[in-house]
């Protein structure tokens, strides 16, 4: 069946909009116990009066930076709830709960004696009878108070050959920040410590230490207003290659033709002859011709380029682009390169060229993510993007534990990136010595989860396989490119991976006629994924490896066939909203001789959270929930109780992207052709800024067809946003609302393939006073795209 009907973007209508509407109960939770109240309220305030004697003498010696008091929380008391009766408690016209540490540590500022007597008093109202129960639930939800100590990461052995990566606290206060920060350098030119301040984001306050002995630094840990010392990460790329011999025509640009342009953030680009018709001129480098090795780079821009071309596969359908010459990274054998350095070559490279929107990072670092606290590398990424509206295809980072046939590591520090597309590895095929079965996770592709159960990697393209021989010698089944004299050669590496994903991100954006949008770049990339039919593991593991799988080439992102239509939602959600659309054009003819909905349903959601450096593992501190399904009919609704605001609402909803809806023997039958689409994931309270379903209805149980698929059904679809308590708090003072951007796409497939759902659907949204338009594409490209 033909593919050349463009995708479509529709619009909410004025009344799809409602009001989020009150609820809860009154009840006390499980793990409060009243009898302990008396108690805690003691011992905080003794732990209280210890500060103001430390806070006092500081102040007598003038250092005006606040003491930190770290307040550990009840595992079972982590709700938003909870946090904001202890924020009634700490925070005095000003927000004094700063930060998040570890998953279950707050951390409070204390600035003087005025502070600290309104907050001693409100913890010591706890015991009066008459007091509200807010007070007693928040003291009840904390388990320990105690003055905060920094938390040290180094070994003191060779300290004076260490670089140490110091971390200051941010306060939420630029004022405060000012004189913790003026403190900090003025103390280490007065112990004559060698340091300098690094910039990683405008949130993370960290300076470079070295040269220090262990006198110096035994002073350094007294510093107040240390968060953390831990040893600055170096750098390396891994170029596992093999030479060999084959002969690829060299393609050159044709006249007049408007390609994508790639920044490639790497080691250089050599100017071989497959490479130099495609190079700029001009370029961006921080090093010394003699501190250059151009070989990684040259291996990922002939990926880029010449990927389909060198496999004689249509992997992306990408007919090439112009790239950017970015030198970020020196020849390690001349120079090693710490990661503040790193990052700001990466952050000068855009900034300076922020007219290139797509650029390519296969650089990254042994160093495995936290499971807990997403690492400062990711966070000075994320900023680089926001503050340049650019997207960056990351790679996920490589591991050679199956060198000793030992676990493979997670992700690596810098691939927990928020807002980028972090991409992962899978073997082309199988020879006799590799470890992975063809379309499998590569041996040496690193892993998820990322920090807070984040799904990383997102997405995942060929990087080639690995194993031994009967010698136990390593054997590299490698993906093809070009080595830095112009040879062919084969490598291995997410870093070859990824470069495959850039090309298509660039290859739709340069397609589109929609003004640079990233948003919609990763949602349609990511939407139309599928796994491998050989992947046959549960999904679970699948999104451990891979992400949500291997996307489709450019021209099946943005075209649809008769029997399937793409339709497109990008909007914000502010705080104390939802969207809720009761006419979704659900197409009638997908109804089976028996009266049932039948068919396939996929849905990506991709949101741009608000990011909080500040808050440990809620460093996303915004969340969208989807809901798609049917109900019986409209009802109108009584709005004169309290907690009802909206006038009409949907009678017997059930959502359709629940798992217990969908028979257990369906979702196990790794035979079943659909398992290569299938995602249905209990994402429940999970703040992922990647959401995907994938259903069939043919797989619900014989019982929930009956209830929820039988006709007559209306379809509806809900968008619900949710925010922490951090960036309420943080609002409520600025009075602004917060608000948060995303990109839904849904596609649903007739998958008898009986109706042209792509018309019926398009009549159905006009029936229902939609506002949608096709995707607006390139002339020059969509005629390329459909021959």
């Not at 549960?538 to 075209?559: A, C, M, R, Y």
Request: with cysteine.
């Amino acid at each position: 069946m033909e593919r050349n009907l463009p995708i479509k973007f529709f619009q909410k209508r004025a009344n799809d909009e409602r009001n989020t509407e009150g609820g809860g109960n009154s009840e006390p939770p499980k793990w409060f116990n009243e009898a302990l109240i008396p108690e805690k309220v003691e011992s905080f305030v003794e732990t209280l009066k210890d500060v103001s004697k430390s806070l006092r003498n500081k102040q007598q010696n003038g250092n005006y930076i606040p003491s930190v008091v770290k307040l550990t929380l009840n595992n079972d008391a982590l709700a938003k709830t909870y946090r904001k009766e202890i924020a009634n408690i700490f925070n005095t016209q000003k927000i004094n709960l700063f930060g998040l540490n570890n998953n279950d540590e707050v951390l409070v500022k204390i600035e003087n004696d005025e502070d600290l007597h309104k907050i001693s008093t409100k913890i010591s109202s706890a015991k009066k009878h008459l007091v509200g129960k807010g007070v007693k639930l928040g003291i009840g939800a904390i388990e320990e108070m105690e003055e905060f100590e920094p938390e040290i990461d180094v070994s003191t052995e060779d300290i004076e050959s260490d670089v140490l990566k110091v971390k200051l606290f941010n306060f939420g206060d630029s004022e405060l920040n000012t004189i913790l920060i003026r403190s900090f350098e003025k103390f280490c030119k007065e112990k004559h410590i060698d340091f300098s301040r690094t910039v990683y984001s405008a949130d993370l306050n960290i300076f470079k230490v070295q040269n220090i002995t262990l006198d110096e630094f035994n002073e350094l840990k007294e510093f107040d207003g240390i968060q953390t010392i831990s040893e600055m990460p170096f750098y390396e790329v891994t170029l596992d290659e093999l030479q060999e011999a084959e002969i690829v025509n060299v393609k050159i640009p044709i006249e007049g033709k408007n390609y994508p342009v790639i920044g490639v953030l790497d080691t250089g680009i050599a100017n071989i002859p497959h490479l130099k018709p495609w190079l700029l001129q001009e370029n961006f480098s921080k090093f010394h011709t003699d501190d250059i090795d151009k070989r990684h780079g040259t291996a990922v821009s002939g990926v880029i380029v010449y990927g389909d071309e060198l496999e004689n596969e249509k992997y992306t359908g990408f007919g090439g682009a112009k790239l950017f010459e970015a030198i970020v990274y020196p020849d390690e054998k001349m120079l090693k390169i710490p990661e503040d350095e790193l990052i700001e070559n990466i952050r000068e490279a855009i900034s300076e060229n922020n007219q290139i929107k797509i650029w390519n990072l296969s650089l990254g670092t042994n160093k495995e993510a936290d499971l807990i606290e997403f690492s400062d590398f990711g966070k000075a990424l994320d900023e680089i993007q926001d503050e340049n509206n650019v997207l960056i295809c990351k790679s996920a980072g490589n591991c050679d534990n199956f060198k000793i046939n030992a676990p493979r590591r997670r992700i690596s520090q810098s691939a927990d990136s928020i807002r980028s597309l972090v991409v992962g590895s899978i073997s082309k095929n199988k020879i006799e010595s590799d470890l992975s079965e063809k379309n499998h996770s590569s041996p040496f592709s690193r892993i998820g989860p990322g920090p807070s159960h984040l799904i990383k990697p997102d997405i995942a393209h060929i990087g080639g396989n690995a194993g031994f021989d009967d010698k136990n010698r390593l054997i590299l089944n490698g993906i093809k490119t070009f080595s830095s004299d112009g040879k062919t050669k084969s490598v291995v590496g997410t870093s070859f991976s990824t470069p495959r994903i850039t090309s298509i991100v660039a290859g739709v954006d340069n397609a589109l006629n929609e003004g640079f949008n990233p948003l919609l770049l990763k949602a349609l990339t990511l939407h139309s994924c599928n796994y491998p039919e050989e992947m046959k593991i549960s999904i679970d593991e699948k999104l451990k490896h891979v992400g949500f799988g291997v996307p489709s080439t450019i021209q099946d992102i943005l075209f649809n066939q008769p029997n399937e239509i793409t339709l497109i939602l990008q909007d914000t959600i502010e705080k104390g909203n939802f969207i809720e659309i009761l006419d979704f054009p659900f197409p009638q003819s997908m109804i089976d001789d028996e009266g049932y909905f039948y068919g396939e349903i996929t849905l990506t959601l991709v949101t741009s959270p608000i990011l909080d450096s500040n808050q440990g593992s809620e460093y996303c501190q915004s969340n969208i929930d989807v809901m798609f399904g049917t109900y019986d009919e409209k009802k109108d609704r009584d709005t004169s109780k309290a907690t009802v605001i909206n006038p009409i609402g949907p009678d017997g909803n059930k959502n359709l992207l629940t798992h217990s809806l969908y028979s257990k023997i369906a979702m196990k039958d790794t035979e079943n052709p659909y398992n290569k689409e299938r995602v249905l994931v209990a994402y429940g309270d999970k703040f992922q800024p990647v959401k995907k379903w994938s259903v069939n209805l043919d797989e619900f149980t014989a019982t929930n067809k009956e209830k929820f698929l039988k006709i007559p059904k209306n379809w509806y679809l809900k968008i619900d946003g949710l925010f922490r308590q951090a960036i309420e708090s943080k609002s409520e003072l600025q009075r602004i609302t917060p608000s948060q951007e995303f990109c839904l796409v849904i596609t649903i497939r007739d998958t008898k393939k009986e109706g042209n759902i792509y018309n019926e659907v398009t009549q159905l949204l006009n029936n229902f006073n939609f506002i949608h338009q096709n995707v607006k594409l390139k002339e020059n490209v969509r005629i390329q795209l459909n021959n």
